[in-house]
């Protein structure tokens, strides 16, 4: 029996799925952004809704009552100038309005009406005026609420002449409402500058915390301090306590391999010293050889345990860094070329860096004659390749040669001058992700092996 949704179902639910990704998209990524986002969204939709619900229907309401008064006026002025015809120069209504009601009177001689004027974007005023003298006089009038800023125009056809009246706009219109505006735009401001000031005073704790972990797993030394809220103290502190435990952990190891190789040491000595008293025989020869080894697999053995990770990271050269390794490895015999490109200085742990491209350039060496140097600079990361036109090694023994120990026929190279212990990739590798980066192994351009190492700074 199928689970599977209808298809009307299924459709809105990828529709919804796409809007949401999409959403997901334009959303910032930061802790910072988000948080801000968090704040003032809410307020400003707050303020949306009460600008619209709220003030809207006061200027509504409002301009509807002083344009309802206003028209009254109009018409009680035309009553009256229909009523007393005595008044053969309306010298007393122009005066009666002027004083009684502060609008300017006007009779002109009949004629047209001016042509309608366009419409103004924020047409309430020309809206609730329009309707009240519909409603209470019901003749033919031309509005003008545009012309003049702070004056209305109203002209409306009588029977022997025209009306013109000339108004103060606040007579028909609430004008000091922009002062609720200017308190809520006012107040709403001083709220987001309040709280981006507070969330950056939060978020800036957490920053700390990531770059000194950051700075950690580069194998640097960040000086942190857990501050800010009582949570992320408690992540400051576990961080701290996790970094010295591993410290810790790595100063224990370093003694202990000390006290082993003082140890081993001393027995390798006393084996060469009793073999030298010895006579020169063949087997006295093997017996050299195996002790000789022996120290040699020591003392790689300890190099990659211990890691140099005491040494402090610095800021170098990286450019004169590898001329200078090129011109040793010229000296070795091998014909070497470097190419560079970007910021010449970087960010590393100096003789660390430099024994573990020492390590690939050397294996390089063991199997070819020509190598190259490719090195690559960008904003956030070092990235070196070391080609050769050696053999190469096999796609699926890439993954094992980084494996302490591992060599490729060690039966064929064992004994050999040649012949490693098989730690050289490993140490490489672990110096690598020591800077918080990682050495990679692929086909070269000159037909050989190509090894990357590509390392934050």
Same mark, same amino acid.
């Given at each position: ?7 009307? &179902? ?15 998209a334009l959303m910032p990524k930061g802790l910072y952004a988000r948080s801000?986002? /968090? ?33 009254q006026e109009i018409a009680a002025i035309i009553d009256v100038y229909n ?10 209504? /122009? ?19 001016? $042509?309608?004027?366009?419409?103004? +974007? ?20 031309? &509005? ?34 922009? /002062? ?7 107040? =709403? ?8 000031? +507070? ?120 450019? *004169?860094?590898?001329?200078? &390794? ?7 015999? =091998? ?8 910021? $010449? ?32 600079? *960008? ?43 098989? &730690? ?15 050495? =990679? ?17």
């Open positions: 029996m199928s689970l599977s949704l209808p298809a009307y &179902l299924a459709q809105p639910r990828s529709l919804w799925r796409r809007f949401t990704r999409r959403i997901a801000l986002l /968090i704040v003032i969204l809410p307020m400003v939709i707050l303020q949306t809704v009460l600008t619209y619900v709220f003030l809207e229907r006061h200027w509504q309401l409002v301009t509807n009552q002083l344009s309802d008064a206003l028209t009523s007393y015809p005595q008044d053969k120069n309306n010298e007393k209504l /122009i005066r009666i309005a002027q004083e009684r009601m502060h609008i300017n009177v006007e009779f002109l001689p009949k004629g047209a009406l001016p $042509p309608p004027l366009p419409k103004p +974007f924020f047409s309430i005023v020309d809206v609730a005026l329009s309707n009240q003298i519909r409603r209470q006089i019901g003749r033919p009038f031309w &509005l003008d609420t545009v012309g003049r800023s702070n004056l209305i125009e109203i002209r409306i056809l009588l029977k022997n002449s025209i009306l013109r009246v000339v108004a103060y706009r606040s007579a028909a219109y609430a004008s000091n409402s922009y /002062i609720f505006i200017l308190w809520m735009l006012g107040t =709403s401001l001083v709220l987001i500058i309040v709280a981006i000031a +507070f969330l950056r005073n939060q978020i800036k704790p957490i920053l700390r915390l990531a770059s000194a972990a950051e700075a950690f797993g580069k194998g640097r030394d960040a000086e942190f301090r857990p501050r800010g809220a009582r949570e992320v103290r408690q992540a400051g502190h576990a961080f701290v306590e996790m970094k010295r435990r591993i410290e810790r952990t790595i100063e224990q190891r370093t003694a202990m391999l000390s006290g082993v190789s003082h140890d081993l040491r001393t027995i390798l000595t006393r084996f060469n010293l009793s073999l030298a008293l010895m006579d020169d025989f063949p087997e006295t020869q093997d017996m050299q050889k195996d002790v000789a080894e022996m120290q040699r697999m020591l003392e790689a053995y300890l190099a990659f345990a211990r890691g140099d990770v005491g040494e402090a990271a610095a800021r170098i050269n990286m450019r *004169d860094f590898l001329e200078a &390794l090129r011109n040793d490895a010229e000296r070795r015999g =091998s014909v070497t070329e470097l190419y560079y490109s970007g910021e $010449p200085f970087a960010t590393v742990r100096p003789d660390a860096f430099k024994r573990c491209l020492v390590n690939l350039v050397a294996n390089a060496q063991k199997h070819a004659k020509t190598i190259h140097l490719t090195a690559v600079r *960008d904003p956030r990361f070092l990235t070196v390749h070391v080609d050769d036109d050696g053999p190469g090694i096999p796609i699926e023994l890439r993954r094992d040669v980084f494996r302490p120990f591992f060599r490729i026929d060690a039966a064929r190279t064992q004994g050999e001058a040649k012949a490693g212990t098989g &730690l050289g990739l490993a140490i490489a590798r672990d110096i690598a992700r020591w800077h918080g980066g990682d050495i =990679s192994l692929d086909d070269s351009p000159l037909g050989g092996l190509r090894a990357t190492i590509r390392v934050p700074v």
